[in-house]
């Protein structure tokens, strides 16, 4: 006891000591953080802020460092946290210090956020103040900038400088506009600070007030400058406008005072349009008249101080020049310009270049280019506005230079009016005189072409006499307009007192007088015209007509009157087309009628004419009315009968098919067959009906044949008669053979149902003889689920029983043929139900004691094999492997905690056996059941005694790893740092020490880090020792060890550091070496090369960069005696390499001294370089415009024109100028380099020979300009001459195209017009030969007798004009020949036009006719049809002849009429290449017709055999979609086996699918072909298609009804047989087997299911619950429910009677996977309920445990469920 007690208070100390020694580690750590809050509490109290920006900036970094640094000791506040709630969980015994003094810290470090929170505004504040007071300075600093710019007084001494001041002040308040935004930032940022109370508010405001003051006055300084300077642009800009108003006034003023007005009409036009454009220009500059004036006002309004006086006469003023052409810069010494920009002249020095300024930017522009503008020299001179202002005041002088503007422009505009009225007079006297000579001559030659009397014999004639008086006519109408046009001109001139009035009066009344007789004689001429136009065109008409009549009289005389159908309705329509043509003849014939009585009241010279022809037309239409009417009666009568015969034949036809289809004697032998009977019998019915309507449409068509006494009268009535008696032997056959039908289905019915009872009642009889009462508790289970399977089949088997006894009984009682064997077959399944339902009730009670004794084997059983499992884990030795203990130990934690969690499962499955041997349900196993459940006692005892031992063990192991794994972790560390000190510090370059630098720094750091882990290791290995581990003497062998490893290194690496030192100091000295020498190597490269510049721009470019390398010189010697001297240093410091270093240190300094000579040498080259080349740019100037010119000197053009020579010859003398100029440039440019040779310039011989070359160049342009002055000279004569003769031959051209003129008159009048105008022109040709034709002559001789150098060619130029004039002479003799004889064809050709006219009209209106014969459709119905058309065909052919003879006269006629060479008849619109393609097109058609009659026969022959093949295959698939229709209503056998079948059949039905579109296919076959009807079936194309959908749809819902119903039977427990017997039910019911029931026969159908409490149909009540029942089953009451509703329905009835808990967890077991787990899982809920009633089950089940009390993933326990539901 003492030795217990002792190790106890052992104990006790130990664990007080260990806590002591943690304790004081804790109040260390709080002391080092409490002298840390003192500290920053310390800095957080301070009130230094900074005195300017730079010193805040850097508090706030300072600030930004200190919260880093505190949020860095969270951590370790965090940490001390832990460690108090630590020592108080541990109970320490002083836990409530420890605690208190935490909770002391805590505050103090969250007392620290307030001061960090208040100084870092504070700091922030004070930013803003210094930031504030440098943005204030800055824009202050830039506001005194700009005052002076804005306060200058200079406000330009002319336009120029005027306008260059207001681009540079515009400028400036661009400059201000921008900046304002930054002004206005500055004074917000001090009014936002002011308003929140900022502690430097009173200096804020001041300095934003000085700040808005300053800127306020730069801004007033700046309107006031912009406004002196408008006003000075102003009238500088009114006096430069003033001036080139009035030098543009005095070039027009010369224009408006000409005195020339024109000589003829052209000329005073074009002189007109001249002064147009004089006076629109006048117009527009009033515009610039208006501005000036303006200006001028404006002047006037200015209040601002004059201009200041001009400069002093000494002080030079800078001349201007105003550009004359656009230049474009070819260097970039010189600048280009526009046309009219006014330049400053800077030099004028050189005449050939003048260098001007432009906007700022100076450079080169040729002089001849520019002229210089006149400076202010007289006393009227307005260019220097300054001397004006000197002399007069400002307003007085712009007030009268602007009346002086204004009163020449008025006087211009005067006189510019006054010349336009003058010419606008001239043109219209000129133009009226023209006008009224040409009227005359064209009255004069119309007078002569009206005097005639001839009308014309027949119609051609006079309509060819009436168009060329109506085309006269129009003539008249215009010139008519002309007339007046004329009149109109001469009284408005003789109103305006033109002064040849008087002649204009004379001509006018002339004109006016032959107008008026022209007149005259139109008149007249045009009534005879239309008198005889009117009488020829009715007698024109009435020949026509009768022609046509003649036409329908031959159709009408035919006797065909059809031989079928087909003929007649061709004939029929034939003669509606006849009727049709009548119909417009008629009108005509009236219209005729019409025109004969008016004509004979106007013409009475052919009155009697008229009348003949009149009566003539009224006997033919009456005869050819009479003769139509009569075949219009004889068609219709034969189309009548004919009708009535083919609807005889389809009626006969049909009746005789039908009776023998509907009087069959085929028997059914099952229900399927009976069905299929009578829907095959009841399809015949509907056939029947359909035809109906055709029998009585045939009866009524034959009776009023009959009542119209129609010809065929007895034979009519023997065919209606014999059409009722077939009809009535139809009728009398379908109903016998439907009572009979329908006694078979009964039977068949019945049959079925007492075969089905039998089946079902036979297998349940073989489940109940067995004795197995099962061997496990599975086979128990599921005996017991067949068993109440078998139960609730019986409840819903019992009905159908009922039913099949109620079905006898009816069925005897209406005396079946049959009723003896439905007795028998009663009698039979009644007395084997009796016997079945008492052998159930014994075999039930026996399998519930079976079930309870298989439970508790199986439970027993299954926890003791968990238990031997879980004995062998717990017995394993896993701890003595080393690997992964911790996790081992959690494994055993939670397997251990398994164990424990299984007791009440244990102690359960105890209980249950010791019940049943106490309960006596053991069932001779009692000693079995007991051993059981003393093995399970024994087990469990030794399980949890093996699972505290291993816990133990497990717990010693992991403690001892961790202080192994620890020691390996610093071992493995050490060698890596001692490998790491060991490499020598010595490196090739310098990036490689500074690398090795830092990488020791982070040794050092990691060694530092170590050390706390090296204490925390011993202290580790005290704890073992102190607790006497068993292999303490291993674990301090390994503590010493590591210890003495680490001091070894510490000291390792603090020699290695100072190594890197030394190593790093040299390194860079040589590094710096390497970089001066490098830089002097490459400076030295590039100033030892002999480049001085290949151009001037270039030299002086390379001077300015030697000068700048000079400067940079002076800078890096510095540098260079800097190194030198860390060279030395290092020399004294450190004994490595000191050799090395003195030599580096020389050679550094020989190449300094070498690259200071060789600079010195380059800068004098370089000197002479530049003046060298200024001499070489002023000779390339010359030799550039010596060049231009040579070329232009030595160009061999000479003009092309006359005005190109002229402008040639100006150009040359201003080059002669230039000249002369650039020879003077010559020579001071020569003068120069010999200066430059003097001087011994390094290129001195180069100079020499430039001057050599340019004084012979100026030698070659001074010869080269005096040859081509002669050329040019020579060239100019030549041109003259050229250019008479050319109008001279452009003026014959012109009538040569006249006298060529192949238009010798397209008739009479149009030749004789022709003759007229050729006469003038032959006097144009007299007045020509007078005028140019001598003028040239004379200019010929003049050259040639001055031997001009191109005589030879003037001479055969004169010669070839002359020649072509004389030819012109010639030809114009030959067209006035040619013309009268071109009179003299037009009479002869007008013969022939007239005949060739009638005979193409006839000809023409007989092919008319016969193409409209041939272009009938062919498309016949049958070949009687064709037969008739091919008749025509042969008849017309044989007319053919005589047509034939007619073409060939009018071939005969139109050869006669093109020997003319014509190309159009004017009296006819016929040709005969129209009339042959006629003809041709004629003799085609009768080709092709015959060609299409004959396809057409073809084609009938294949419509028929088309009609053939589709009526087979169509009445064949009709006939098998009947049968499979049946077939899908009568299965039978399992659920399964009557899916298969209807999927089967599903594939029959998509492999049939190639026969309905082999049917379509034949039926757009018969589409194209144009077939409608087909006597040879019933069926088309599409009722086969709906047919077809039908039944598909119909496999669909009768395969969704069978899935419906497996779904019933495997998931909410239906059995199969109750499911057949709702099918058989409703197929008992549904009469008419098309898948739907009556609202009546759907009651019958559910009382004879039983379960449903209905009212008997005969009662005559409303029975409310069927028809909550209806409301369910049809919500919108269609009338009728479809099989699926159905099924539906009495499958939620059966299964929602469930009455025990068993029922439900039967139907929760059918829906698992295999239909006998214990659980359920959610996916099956799902799959087999909807989504609310699975939601809901989820809910409330609980997860399913296995025996061994495990939990099944997934598995949710619905036996529980079910228990809660009950």
């Avoid at 605690?99 to 004070?126: D, F, H, N, T, V």
């Avoid at 059983?861 to 238990?867: L, N, Q, R, S």
């Avoid at 009440?904 to 105890?910: E, H, K, L, N, W």
């Avoid at 009687?1424 to 003879?1445: A, G, H, N, Y």
């Amino acid at each position: 006891d003492l030795w217990a007690e002792l190790g106890v208070l052992s104990g006790d100390k130990g664990r007080k000591l260990k806590q002591a020694s943690e304790q004081q580690q804790y109040y260390r750590t709080v002391k080092d953080v409490d002298l840390w809050l003192d500290e920053v509490e310390k800095q957080l109290s301070t009130e230094d802020f900074g005195k300017d920006m730079s010193g805040v900036q850097l508090l706030q970094k300072k600030l930004n460092l200190l919260e880093t640094d505190i949020t860095v000791h969270q951590d370790q506040i965090d940490t001390l946290d832990r460690q108090a709630n630590q020592f108080v969980e541990e109970k320490h015994f002083d836990s409530e210090a420890i605690q208190m003094r935490q909770k002391e810290l805590g505050a103090r470090y969250e007392a620290l956020q307030i001061p960090l929170k208040s100084l870092k505004a504070k700091l922030e504040a004070s930013y803003q103040l210094q930031k504030f007071f440098r943005d204030v300075e800055d824009e202050e600093t830039w506001v005194k900038e700009k005052e002076p710019l804005a306060a200058s007084k200079n406000r330009g001494k002319d336009l120029i400088g005027v306008q260059n001041l207001i681009k540079k002040h515009q400028a400036l308040m661009s400059e201000i506009s921008s900046h304002e935004s930054f002004i206005t930032t500055v004074c917000a940022d001090g009014d936002l600070m002011i308003s929140q109370g900022h502690f430097g508010a009173a200096d804020i405001k001041k300095k934003t007030s000085m700040l808005s003051d300053k800127w306020e006055q730069l801004n007033e300084r700046v309107q006031e400058r912009k406004k002196d300077l408008d006003n000075a642009l102003q009238v500088h800009q009114y006096y430069a406008d003033a001036n080139e108003a009035e030098s543009w006034m005095k070039e027009k003023e010369a224009v408006v005072s000409s005195g020339d007005y024109g000589k003829d009409e052209d000329s005073a036009e074009a002189l007109l349009k001249k002064h147009e454009t004089v006076l629109t220009d006048i117009e527009t500059f009033s515009t610039t008249i208006t501005s000036l004036a303006e200006s001028c006002k404006s002047s006037e309004s200015n209040d601002s101080q004059p201009l200041p006086p001009p400069p002093p006469p000494s002080q030079p003023q800078q001349a201007l020049v105003k550009v004359l052409y656009t230049y474009t810069a070819r260097t970039p010494r010189e600048i280009s310009v526009q046309k009219g920009d006014v330049l400053t002249l800077l030099n004028s020095a050189n005449n050939e270049w003048w260098k001007v300024e432009l906007d700022g930017q100076q450079g080169y522009v040729p002089a001849s280019y520019m002229k210089k503008m006149e400076l202010p020299t007289r006393k009227d001179s307005i260019v220097n506005t300054s001397a004006l202002l000197m002399s007069a005041p400002l307003q007085d002088t712009v007030q009268s230079r602007q009346l002086s503007i204004n009163s020449k422009y008025d006087h211009i505009q005067r006189m510019a009016k006054e010349r336009k009225q003058r010419l606008e007079e001239s043109k219209k006297k000129y133009k009226l005189m023209r006008e009224i000579n040409e009227l005359e001559h064209w009255i004069t030659d119309k007078e002569a072409l009206t005097a005639t009397e001839e009308v014309g014999k027949d119609l051609e004639h006079v309509q060819m006499q009436k168009k060329k008086s109506d085309d006269f006519e129009k003539d008249m109408a215009i010139n008519e307009a002309q007339l007046d046009k004329i009149c109109v001109m001469a009284n408005k001139l003789i109103e305006e007192e033109h002064s040849d009035a008087e002649q204009i009066h004379d001509m006018e009344e002339s004109l006016r007088q032959h107008w008026d007789n022209l007149v005259q004689l139109v008149e007249k001429k045009k009534k005879m015209l239309e008198g005889a136009f009117q009488v020829q065109k009715f007698v024109r008409a009435v020949d026509e007509t009768k022609s046509w009549m003649n036409e329908k009289d031959t159709a009408l005389m035919s006797d065909d009157y059809g031989r079928d159908l087909a003929s007649v309705q061709a004939l029929q329509r034939k003669h509606e087309g006849l009727e049709r043509d009548l119909a417009a003849l008629e009108n005509k014939v009236q219209a005729l009628h019409g025109d004969a009585k008016a004509l004979g009241v106007v013409n009475l010279t052919a009155t009697s004419l008229i009348q003949s022809k009149d009566r003539e037309i009224s006997d033919g239409w009456s005869n050819l009315k009479a003769k139509c009417e009569e075949r219009k009666v004889k068609l219709v009568g034969s189309y009548d009968f004919q009708k009535f015969l083919s609807d005889f034949g389809d009626l006969s036809g049909w009746t005789s098919s039908m009776l023998a289809l509907v009087s069959s004697g085929e028997v059914p032998n099952d229900v399927g067959g009976a069905e299929r009977l009578l829907q095959r019998h009841q399809t015949h019915r509907t056939e029947i009906d359909t035809r109906a309507s055709a029998f009585n449409a045939f009866e009524a068509f034959g009776g009023q044949l009959l009542a119209q006494g129609h010809f065929a009268t007895s034979e009519i009535q023997e065919k209606l008669e014999s059409i009722r008696q077939d009809r009535k032997a139809m009728e009398k056959a379908w109903t016998t053979r439907k009572l009979f039908l329908d006694e078979c289905f009964d039977l068949q019915m019945f049959i079925r149902d007492v075969e089905q009872a039998e089946s079902w009642m036979q297998q349940r009889e073989a489940f109940l003889a067995s004795e197995d009462v099962g061997s496990s508790l599975d086979a128990v289970e599921a005996m017991v689920k067949k068993q109440e399977e078998v139960e609730k089949s019986l409840q819903s088997e019992e009905e159908k029983i009922m039913a099949v006894q109620r079905t006898a009984d009816k069925l005897i009682q209406n005396r079946h043929h049959a009723a003896a064997q439905v007795a028998e077959r009663r009698a039979g399944v009644l007395s084997r139900w009796s016997k079945l339902k008492s052998s159930l009730a014994a075999w039930r009670s026996t399998l519930g004691q079976s079930l309870c004794l298989q439970q508790f084997m199986r439970e027993a059983g299954e926890v003791e094999a968990w238990m031997a499992e879980k004995m062998q884990t717990a017995s394993d030795e896993s701890y003595k492997d080393p690997t992964n203990l911790s996790g081992k130990l959690q494994k055993h934690q939670a397997f251990e905690a398994e164990v424990v969690a299984n007791k009440d499962r244990v102690s359960s499955a105890a209980n249950m056996g010791q019940a049943l041997i106490d309960g006596g349900q053991c069932l001779g196993m009692d000693g079995e059941v007991s051993s059981h459940i003393k093995d399970l006692t024994q087990q469990w005892d030794q399980l949890l005694a093996k699972l505290g031992e291993k816990t133990q063990k497990l717990k010693e192991a992991n403690q001892q790893q961790q202080f192994n794994q620890s020691v390996k972790d610093m071992d493995f560390w050490l060698g890596e740092v001692e490998a790491q000190l060991s490499s020598d510090g010595n490196s090739e370059d310098m990036a490689a020490v500074q690398a090795l630098i830092k990488k020791h720094q982070l040794v050092d750091a990691d060694i530092a880090a170590h050390e706390e882990r090296i204490n925390d290791l011993n202290t580790q290995a005290l704890r073992f020792a102190k607790d006497h581990h068993f292999d303490t003497d291993n674990i301090q062998e390994k503590q010493r060890n590591t210890t003495e490893r680490y001091q070894r290194i510490k000291k390792l690496a603090a020699a290695h550091k100072v190594k890197l030192g030394d190593s790093l100091a040299l390194h860079q000295f040589y590094r710096d070496l390497d970089n001066e020498e490098a830089w002097i190597r490459e400076k030295k490269l590039l100033i030892s090369g002999d480049n001085y510049g290949r151009d001037l721009m270039s030299a002086q470019a390379l001077q300015t960069r030697h000068l700048r390398f000079e400067n940079e010189l002076n800078t890096q010697e510095a540098r260079i005696k800097g190194v030198v001297q860390r060279g030395e240093e290092l020399i004294l410091s450190n004994s490595l390499s000191d050799q090395g270093i003195k030599d580096r240190s020389s050679q550094l300094q020989s190449l300094w001294l070498d690259l200071r000579e060789t600079s010195a040498i380059r800068g004098q080259r370089l000197k002479a370089s530049v003046a060298y080349q200024e001499y070489c740019v002023g000779v390339d100037e010359e030799e550039v415009w010596l060049n231009e010119k040579m070329a232009l000197a030595q160009s061999e053009e000479t003009g092309d024109t006359l005005a190109a020579v002229q402008g040639l010859l100006k150009k040359h003398q201003v080059f002669e100028t230039d000249l002369d100029v650039h020879s003077d440039q010559v020579k001071q440019i020569t003068d120069t380099g010999m200066g430059l040779v003097k001087q011994g310039n390094f290129q001195a011989e180069a100079i020499e020979q430039r001057i050599s070359g340019l004084q012979r160049k100026v030698k070659d342009l001074d010869e080269a300009t005096v040859r081509r002055k002669t050329k040019l000279r020579d060239s100019c004569e030549y041109l003259q001459f050229n250019w008479k003769t050319d109008l001279v031959e452009s003026w014959i051209k012109n009538k040569e195209g006249q006298v060529r003129s192949e238009d010798f008159g397209k008739d009479i009048a149009s030749v004789q017009t022709l003759q007229s105008k050729h006469e003038v022109f032959e006097a144009g040709l007299g007045t020509f030969e007078q005028d140019s034709i001598t003028s040239m002559s004379a200019m010929k001789d003049k050259l040639v007798a001055t031997n001009h150098n191109q005589c030879k060619a003037i001479v055969q130029r004169h010669a070839d004009v002359m020649k072509r004039w004389d030819k012109l002479l010639k030809d114009s003799e030959a067209h006035k020949n040619r013309l009268m004889r071109a009179l003299e064809q037009f009479k002869k050709l007008e013969e022939l036009f007239l005949q060739f006219s009638k005979k193409a009209s006839v000809f023409s209106s007989l092919i008319d006719d016969t193409v409209e014969d041939m272009t009938d459709s062919v498309r016949c119905n049958s070949p009687e049809e064709i037969k008739s058309l091919r008749d025509t065909l042969s008849q017309f052919q044989t007319e053919l002849v005589q047509m034939r003879s007619d073409f060939k006269q009018l071939g005969a006629l139109d050869k006669q009429i093109k020997s003319y060479n014509v190309s159009k008849n004017p009296y006819t619109w016929f040709t005969l290449e129209a009339l042959d393609d006629s003809w041709q097109d004629l003799q085609k058609l009768i080709k092709d017709r015959e060609v299409e009659l004959a396809k057409e026969v073809k084609r009938q022959e294949k419509n028929e055999e088309l009609r053939k093949v589709f009526a087979q295959q169509a009445n064949s698939l009709h006939s098998w979609m009947a049968d499979t229709r049946t077939a899908l209503i009568d299965t039978y056998g399992t659920l399964e086996s009557q899916l298969q079948e209807v999927k089967t059949k599903s594939e029959e039905i998509a492999q049939k699918k190639d026969a309905l579109r082999r049917i379509e296919e034949l039926g757009a076959q018969a589409e194209e072909a144009l077939i409608f009807d087909n006597k040879y079936t019933e069926h088309t194309m599409v009722s086969l298609a709906q047919q077809w959908d039908q039944l598909r749809q119909m496999v669909l819902r009768v395969q969704h009804n069978l899935e419906q119903q497996i779904q019933a039977r495997n998931t909410v427990g239906v059995s199969e047989e109750r499911l057949k017997d709702f099918t058989a039910s409703f197929r008992h019911f549904d009469k008419d087997r098309n898948g739907k029931l009556e609202y009546q026969d759907f009651k019958s159908c559910l009382r004879s299911l039983g379960g449903y409490d209905l009212a008997l149909a005969e009662t005559g009540f409303s029975d409310p619950e069927f028809e909550t029942i209806l409301s369910e089953v049809d919500p919108n009451r269609t009338g009728y429910v479809s099989l699926e509703d159905y099924m539906s329905f009495v499958i939620a009835h059966e299964t929602e009677n469930v009455e025990s808990n068993k029922e439900v967890e039967i139907a929760f077991q059918a829906i698992t996977s295999g239909g006998d787990k214990p659980y359920v899982t959610k996916e099956e809920l799902f799959q087999a309920l909807s989504k609310e009633q699975a939601d809901y089950c989820i809910k409330l089940m609980k997860p399913y445990k296995a025996p061994d009390g495990t939990l099944v993933p997934g598995g949710l326990d619905y036996k529980e469920f079910a228990k809660t539901l009950f």
